[in-house]
């Protein structure tokens, strides 16, 4: 379909997003885009088992007993996942990728382990990798803001764990590409010397952590953040908007199995891709309607993935008054 076609189809549907809870009769097609208010294996038993997903992108509860969650034993929590991610991957497209968005799970309990951390990403690797998935990357989330810890080090990273079901996996690193650190450099030697060096798009935004310029550093939602909804864990668009624009096509259709607040759905109206989402809470699917709606409007406002990360040192925040005592 011509990319005139598909914003000409795509506008035909705005307004259009479905909100389904499980006391309603369940459609025998789904809408382009629509949130199901319940749980989500209820909602992926009632799928056909054949591919469907493009793309599935979610941040799942982290087991560390927010409002949305009743927080279970570690094995428990590990069981749960695994049920779910198995009925995902029956329903991915040879060419489709997960990405499944983690941080670190905080031990509970009396012992010498309490406070202790304990990284997601341990514990869903080995599931993706028992459903035959591969592990492309493991990209860094920096960010800068968040609860300061007392009796360790203050975390301001998570991981996407990125996951492909075949080698035919669809990969467009020229969306995405961020502005080089010396565009102007040139080969100082060999068959190329006097040339530039650099990819005239830009380079590779990579997944390294090493060095703060090679990390993907997108500011989370917090306080004032322009997407701040009542949910107390929202992940930005422009982290899933970075990903839609890399591992899918204008028209694909992309799955959140753990919506919250809709940013997945967001990502997807705003660059013309399809989205079905999952989220528990009613209030919070209701946000997440909304949102889409209005991204679907053209009214959504949200901080793109290559907005660059204000430098806080311009800040009068930044005078260290204690200099002066």
Not at 6 to 33: C, H, I, M, W, Y
Not at 85 to 112: F, M, Y
Not at 270 to 298: D, K, Q
Request: charged letters at 25%.
């Amino acid at each position: 379909m011509a990319r005139a076609e598909l914003k000409d189809q795509v506008n035909a549907n705005r307004d259009a997003v479905s909100l389904l809870t499980p006391g309603t009769k369940f459609p025998e097609r789904l809408s382009d885009f629509f949130v199901w208010c319940g749980d989500v294996e209820a909602f992926l038993d009632k799928l056909p088992i054949s591919p469907i997903f493009d793309l599935v992108v979610t941040s799942p509860p982290y087991n560390i007993g927010k409002d949305y969650e009743a927080p279970l034993e570690l094995e428990a929590y590990r069981v749960w996942q695994a049920r779910v991610i198995e009925k995902i991957v029956c329903r991915l497209k040879d060419t489709g990728s997960v990405c499944w968005q983690v941080g670190n799970h905080l031990l509970q309990g009396k012992g010498a382990d309490r406070g202790s951390i304990y990284p997601l990403d341990y514990l869903f690797h080995p599931i993706f990798e028992k459903n035959g998935l591969t592990l492309r990357n493991r990209i860094v989330w920096r960010f800068g803001h968040g609860l300061h810890c007392k009796h360790r080090f203050s975390g301001r990273y998570e991981t996407v764990l990125w996951y492909t079901l075949s080698n035919r996996y669809k990969f467009f690193l020229d969306r995405v590409r961020i502005p080089s650190k010396y565009p102007g450099k040139r080969h100082y030697k060999g068959p190329n010397q006097g040339k530039y060096s650099s990819n005239p798009r830009g380079k590779n935004p990579e997944d390294v952590w090493d060095f703060p310029d090679d990390v993907w550093a997108i500011p989370n939602v917090k306080s004032r953040h322009i997407e701040k909804t009542e949910h107390p864990c929202q992940f930005p668009v422009g982290l899933v908007q970075r990903l839609l624009l890399a591992f899918t096509d204008e028209g694909d259709l992309v799955f959140d199995p753990f919506a919250g607040a809709g940013s997945t759905g967001v990502a997807a109206a705003a660059t013309m891709r399809h989205f079905w989402g999952c989220e528990i809470v009613p209030e919070y699917a209701r946000i997440a309607t909304e949102r889409i709606n209005s991204a679907l409007a053209g009214g959504q406002n949200f901080r793109p993935h290559d907005k660059p990360i204000y430098d806080h040192t311009q800040s009068k925040l930044s005078h260290n008054p204690f200099r002066e005592l």
